[in-house]
């Protein structure tokens, strides 16, 4: 290395970021989400701490933007406060920067810890008035640019949720109707009640169940007339953060995107529930069932 | 940069806790490159180059490596993300290190009041670009430098404030008044309007705060030759030159202030004021330039410069001598020797 390289070494070796905060981070904390935690939110590109401060209801709650490292200028009149935690050594949360998130976008916890259920106690409920922001105030860029990160985090895309149909669509199957009977049980994973009611109109396939049949019959994707979207329940759980890594692995794995990704998962996680007879599927172990037998 | 390269620098920031990997060290002299080269008012006399752009870089490390550090490890494994975060807190540090100098001052200043007052716009499309809401006419206006001046400095009963308060910068002038002069200049320059970094210039000249950080440090004939003239003095020109040496004091920051006794000591600027040798170049230069500036005015410099000199000499902090005397620096010396 040259002498200015070297100066530059030493400069940036001279501090180690603390064990707590790489610990943390490197743990993969996962557990359902409830006021008090700190997360990291990441959507590809954007990267943010959060605090949560209301409760998650349907996977989506309340939470205060972070940010360790970063604070606006001393004579900024931003309400923002610096504090440290367990995990973190600096830590400036900004009140006026909150919003609703899904947990659809969470990474990592980072901590819950009496400190941080304290912080999540203060900030909540939400601040009755706002105070009014000077658009010159020096720390309005930093403000502004987590308020972009925090509405690109809520804009994430989400599993398409299935609704129910207004009308249901026909189906149109090839063979005489014991075929197209037996084909429906056995590539669509329906009981024979289920199946004699999408014969006779009177229910719409789900691109779970169309997507086999369509393979099975020679068709292309998309042929079979289906009802948009994933069962929400089982939406609401391929979203859980638990699932963020595998989904990132078959993501990469099969060149998808996260999306796509869970989409595929949630599809295969419905095919495996259909063939057995429980009312109510376990989601997440059929999930975790997927997920073990994948690479 | 390639993939390659960038998943190094996420493998390196979480596997070291530092941020002195190779790949990480060459991302951050890239980004603090890309983010310096904006920032002409913290430039050195000459411009940027290398080692001026590392100078800084360790001003900046000294005070921010901590945070930039947790930042980063905080990121995760998202490659374009620590970017943004890198260069968004290497920015956010300049701008403050900018505002600290009084080009920036000046311009935040101006906006403030231009946003204030409604009788001032933005044209259309132009955010930066300010004129008069009054304006009617629709011939062209002034851009140039020298008739906007004239247009500033002809408003008069422009009141000097008064500052006592030593951890902030002195005001210019009075809202008020900086809003008549803001008239009168956006007025000489008719509809077309002017940028805020035009109007941020001619405020800078009219004020006679700086005039630019490029005045060479080893080479200041201008200042030189001024200070060699003989002096005419004339009958009631010692209160002038009092009250003038006051403006002037009061323009200066209180980092200014400490150094104008030490202009052709860098090292010892250094010292006093805790940073490196870019940005103790860049005070210098800003002294230098105010005291240059009184070149075109109608006073009599040395007697001005021979009171700045009284000024600093009593605000001197016992630190900023301890290796030396209070003895002015060789410039200011030679100017005081020559006071009849």
Sequence with gaps: MS??????????????????????????????????????????????????????????????????????????????????????????LWPTVRGALHHR???????????????????????RVVPDEDALDPGGELLAELRDDLARLQAAPAVPRRTQDAEPRPLRLPGTARKQLELLIEHGGVNQHEAMELLRDRRTLTPEQARPLEAAVGLEAGALPSTAGIDPELALEVEHPRWRDATRRRAAHTGQSELAARISLAAEAYALAARESTAEPDWRQRIALLVAAEP | MAGQGLMSIVDEIVGLGHLGGPATMKMLTARWRGATHQFYVLAPPGGWDEESRLDLLHEFLSERLDDLTDALIAVGADEEAVLKRTSRIMKNWLIDQARKTDTGAIRLRLEELLRADPGFIQLPGHSQRWTLACVTDTEVGRDDEDPLLAAAMAVSDVKPVRWRDKTRRAPLASGPDLTRILSAVLACAGPGGLEIGMLTRVFRRRFGVVITSHVPLDDDDTLADRLAAPPTVGPGEEPAATARAAEVYAQLSDRERRILLHLDDRPRVERILGVGRSVAYHHIAQVRAALTALAGEDVDVEAVVGELVRLARGDAAPDDGQDATLEPSATIKEKGAQRP
Excluded at chain 1, 31 to 57: E, K, N, Y
Excluded at chain 1, 108 to 126: F, I, K, R, W, Y
């Design chain 1, 3 to 92: 002498q200015p390289d070297d100066r530059l070494h030493a400069a940036l070796t001279a501090y180690q970021a603390p064990d707590p905060l790489r610990e943390a981070l490197a743990a993969a904390n996962h557990p359902d989400v409830c006021p008090g935690q700190i997360w990291r939110a990441h959507i590809p590109g954007t990267s943010l701490m959060v605090l949560i401060v209301g409760d998650f209801v349907s996977g989506s709650g309340d939470v205060v933007v972070a940010t360790p490292g970063e604070s606006p200028p001393a004579d900024s009149t931003i309400d923002h406060r610096p504090v440290t935690t367990d995990v973190f050594r600096s830590l400036t």
């Design chain 1, 105 to 127: 976008v969470l990474d990592v916890m980072a901590e819950h810890s009496a400190t941080s259920t304290a912080l999540a106690d203060q900030l909540h409920p939400p601040l």
